[in-house]
């Protein structure tokens, strides 16, 4: 069973991914979940595998259109504000066939009681978006880019990625805290129309509209 401890420390995610893969006979340094991630650098990304609640296995070229975005999340983590705030950003993007949007978690789930939680993690959330989960951690480990001799830099869990045509990768982004709706979708669409554009796309979405002051009664 999934557990949402309130901890935001990337190191107490490595930690519980690290300790069911150690074993008495396992040498020291198979133990470190930092090695472990960075080992599983993908050499093909469009061949990702994502692995769906109902077991299946697919891959982020397979699921991905011109330009994806994907919300990494872990359900040890808090808040998930970029999923909170994701449901402004997919109202603005209704209506565009090349931008897609999806979560995917970094716990591993393997039940159907895990895949339970997640979903009541993000409904909580007031989003219910496509949900894969990174079983391998092969897109963890693609977007902090190739391991390196000697490498110690700490891993990150961005707010977003972007991904074009499924193979690669455009940008990842953290989130600022004092977001509100209006300056998230609005920094958000300039992200994604600098991706289409990169991408080759002519079409892109609509700017963020603003905000309109209500009418009063004369």
């Known amino acids: 069973m999934l557990r949402l401890p309130s901890c935001s420390a990337i190191a107490v995610l490595l930690a519980s991914l690290g300790a069911g893969a150690q074993t008495s006979s396992a040498p020291p340094q198979a133990a470190n979940p930092e090695t472990q991630v960075r080992q599983a650098y993908p050499a ?10 109902d077991g299946t296995t ?18 040890r983590f808090g ?14 993007l209704q209506g565009q066939k090349d931008v897609a949007f ?11 009681e895990d895949w339970s939680v997640l979903r009541e993690v993000l409904q909580e959330r007031g989003v219910d978006p496509r949900l894969y989960s990174d079983a391998r951690l092969a897109f963890f480990a693609w977007v902090n880019g190739p391991p390196e001799p000697g490498q110690r830099e700490m891993l990150r869990l961005p707010s977003l990625a972007i991904v074009l045509d499924g193979q690669r990768l455009h940008g990842v ?3 600022d805290p ?15 129309r600098e991706a289409l554009k990169a991408a080759g ?16 009664a004369p």
């Open 173 to 175: 982004y953290g989130l």
């Open 79 to 92: 808040d998930l504000a970029e999923l909170k705030l994701a449901p402004h950003l997919l109202q603005a």
């Open 102 to 112: 999806i979560a995917l978690n970094v716990d591993r789930p393997g039940s159907p």
């Open 44 to 53: 093909e990304p469009a061949r990702i595998p994502l692995t769906a609640p």
């Open 178 to 192: 004092s977001a509100t709706p209006e300056t998230y979708v609005a920094e958000r669409l300039a992200q994604v």
């Open 201 to 216: 796309v002519t079409s892109a979405p609509a700017k963020a509209a603003r905000k309109r002051a209500p009418k009063t």
């Open 58 to 75: 697919t891959t982020l070229g397979a699921v991905a259109p011109r330009v994806l975005l994907v919300a990494p999340f872990t359900s």
